[in-house]
Each structure stands twice: as structure tokens, then as C-alpha cells.
């Protein structure tokens, strides 16, 4: 009676922190909220049903991307389960500002098994390939842009934000690598590490996490590497995640501007990269500006305001709301089976 007790009283705990977050989430991008029902009215219901299905179709590929990671720990994970994830860390990205995607995704792999070290590392290692894809995209798509595009005053004039963006990409990427790939660049970073935790006594516990951490990183990560088929399958999944991504302005902003679909997707990709060196929660405020610096020059903005509005809906509403409904599902179905 008292578990039966303690496991109801967890569970409607779980629900209240839940609705919280939520109504916290709400107040707090209330403004973006605002902006973005005001883009939808200004394009038509088709616009917003398929830039959402590339957006839905987009973090199915992610559920697969995570299930693929999985796998490569334990034989039995399943490509639903995967899928389920992508958009339970989707609600959870929206609900804690952007901070609980990542924990959200560790704490539902440890539920699948995995232990939580590793389930830890297999989201660094699937942030790795994201930007990966990113700087690979963003590369070829600079050096794809027609000479027309390339001489436009927009590209000259912040040619120096693109490069701090593909700079800052290659910097975590290095980062990550070289954690993964050199023993002795891991023991250097826990020797630092080990001074500081002498200096503020009062931060050893988490010290002592970070090194745990990089020995893990270092050790199982070379391991999970070495699956090559399976490391090219998450490699290829994020850069066909980002081209649905990127394939959203280009079908709304399509006839509308005198830029082709293949310098829409391109002019998306370095957005992404320039975006990704600039601190906002949850991204929100870093992509529309690079959206509104670099296509500004290619569309009025009374239309490429609506498309980022639209393209905030599709990618990060959309799939907040579906990972509420998942959430909301996997409470109701626990509650039943106790």
C-alpha cells in the first residue's frame, strides 16, 4: 500500500511539474508566441501543412538518428523508440528554455537500459554529428552560391559573421574530437580539472562528474566510432535532417524572390552555421537574426518575416505540441497498467 502510495503521489508530482513548466514556457515566449500566430495569418493553410510535415518528417529522421546511437549500445532499441525521444526532448527543449532536451534524452535512453554514462555520451556524440553536418552543409553550400550571389554586398559584408560561425563549428567539433581521439589530451583536461577542484573545493563533486565524463567519452567513445556503417547512417540522417530544415524557406520564399531553390537551401545553411555562435535559449532570436541578415538582401522584409515565423512554427511548435501529446500519453499509459 505504501509504494502503491509513494508511486501515485510520484506520478501526479511528475504531472504538476510537468503543467508548470509548460505554463511557465508559455508566459515566458509569450511575445514569440504572439509574433508567430501573427506570421501564420499572413500565409496560406497550405504553406503552414507542409513546411509542419517537412518539419515532423525532419525529427522522425532525428528519432532515427537517435535510434541508430542506441544501437550501437544495446542490440534491442527500435526505431519507435528512437522517434519517441526526438519529440518527448522536443517538449521538453520548449519547457525548460532549452536546457532539458539533452537531459531529457539521457534519462530516456537509461530508461531503455542504457546506462547513464553512456547514454550521456551517445548525446554528445549525436551533437558532434549534428555539427558535423552543419560545417559540411554550410562549406559546400558557400562554395556552391552562384558568383552572382557571392559578389552581393550581403556576403561581403558579413563575410566575417560567416566565418566566426564556421570557425565556432569547427572549434566544437575539434573540441569533441579531441577528447574522443587522444588519451592525452583527455588526461590534460582532467589534470586541469584536478587543479581546479584544489583551488574550489566547494565545485570537487562536479569536477569529479567532468572527468568521469571525458574518461568515458574517451574510452567508449573511440569504441562507438569504430561502428562505421553506423557512425556514416547518424552522419547522413542529421544532414537529411537539416536539408527539410533548410527546404522549408525555400518552398515559402520559392517564386517570390529571384533566388532559385538551390541558393535558398544554400543561404539556409550558412544561416544554421552563423546561428549556432550565437547564445539565445532554446536558439530562439539567433536564427531569425542571421535569417533576417542574410536573406534580407534577397526578399522584402514583409516577406522573409513571415517565413521565419512560419519556420519557428513548423520546427519548434509543431513538434512541442506532438511531444506534449507523447508525454501526455506515456502518463496516462503508466497510470493504467499500476
Known sequence: MKKDHAKSFKKKLTAGILLLLLVLSVFFYKDSWIRIIEGLRLVTPANIAVSSFLAVSAYIIEGMTIFCLMSTVIPGASAPEGIRIAFLCEFYRLTTLGNGAGIAEIHYMHK??????????????????KKIAILVLGGISFLALPSGIHNNAILKEYSVFIAWGFLGTVAVITAFGCLILSGRIASAVNWGLDRLSEKFPSGQEHFLQWKEQILLLNQSGRDILRQKRRMLSVFLFQVQKLLLFYSIPMYLLLNKTALTAVECISLMALVYMLSGVI?????VGSLEFAFLLLFGKF??????????????????????????IVAALSLICRKATT
Open 299 to 324: 526578399a522584402a522584409y514583409d516577406t522573409a518575416i513571415p517565413v521565419i515565423l512560419v519556420y519557428r512554427f513548423a520546427t519548434w511548435i509543431v513538434p512541442f505540441l506532438l511531444g506534449g
Open 279 to 283: 547564445p539565445a535559449p532554446s536558439g
Open 112 to 129: 531503455k537500459g542504457i546506462e547513464t554514462g553512456k547514454a550521456a555520451l551517445l548525446t554528445m556524440l549525436q551533437y558532434m554529428w
